[in-house]
């Protein structure tokens, strides 16, 4: 079946502009994570939905960066203003459930490069 | 803050070499563990995971891991290596909540 499928593979933006990246969960699955990888700095946790339930989004770096989803399917990661050290691949990943022994799933990231 | 260390950031091997990459997780209470690969342009594949039972875990391709409680590791082994098995490598740690904190990589290289 389908894997978890992320929008655009690339973007490339000035410094300032906002941006939105996509993710389509796997079908059926209830926890949606979002990573920021970057170079040097291993992957970082940004943010998580699971179900109806209040997202953590303990990992957020700054206010600039929210995150949606809805109808508890495809989640909107969203960067205000952005800025050069936003400049990574951000990885979504989904799960059955959020909790226990339940693996992840990655997409293949979206490669953001702030000019 | 929970923390993953990986304390192999490259490694470089010839094929059939025996591989052993380290990780160490610092949270005390009950944890589940992951090793994690990612192949040149291929996104995260789960390796193994560990959640209780036996602490020696079988994974795909060969690989296993080893949960050491009381020295917090869980490093990843292979007894022969191959060419294909270059790839990042990334331990994960999930302890007290449904966050997955990762380790900086260990990027493999093997040679032919």
């Known amino acids: 079946g389908a894997g978890v499928s992320q929008s655009p593979s690339n973007k490339v933006t000035e410094k300032g502009k906002d941006v939105e990246l996509r993710c389509d969960p796997i079908?059926?699955?209830?926890?949606l994570y979002w990573y920021r990888q970057s170079l040097g700095q291993g992957l970082e946790f940004l943010i998580y939905?699971?179900?109806?339930?209040?997202?953590?989004k303990s990992g957020l770096p700054s206010d600039r960066f929210s995150a949606e989803r809805t109808g508890g399917s495809v989640s909107t990661l969203t960067i205000q203003r952005t800025q050069q050290e936003d400049s990574a691949v951000y990885l979504c990943a989904s799960s059955f459930e959020g909790y226990s022994n339940q693996p992840q799933h990655f997409g293949d990231g979206t490669r953001l490069s702030i000019l | 803050a929970q923390s993953v260390s990986q304390h192999n950031h490259h490694v470089i091997l010839s094929e059939a070499a025996s591989l052993e990459l380290g990780c160490n997780y610092s949270?005390?209470?009950?944890?589940?563990l992951f090793w994690y690969v990612q192949y040149p342009g291929q996104h995260l594949q789960l390796l193994l995971k560990y959640f209780s039972g036996d602490p020696l875990v079988k994974g795909i391709k060969g690989f296993e891991a080893e949960f050491i409680k009381s020295k917090f590791s869980f490093n990843l082994r292979k007894p022969s290596v191959q060419w294909s098995d270059t790839a990042e490598y990334f331990c994960?740690?999930?302890?007290?909540?449904?966050?997955?904190?990762f380790g900086t990589g260990t990027r493999l290289q093997v040679f032919p």
């Open positions: 994960a740690s999930r302890g007290g909540t449904d966050k997955l904190i």
């Open positions: 939905f699971q179900g109806n339930s209040a997202p953590d």
């Open positions: 079908s059926g699955h209830t926890a």
């Open positions: 949270y005390g209470g009950t944890v589940n």
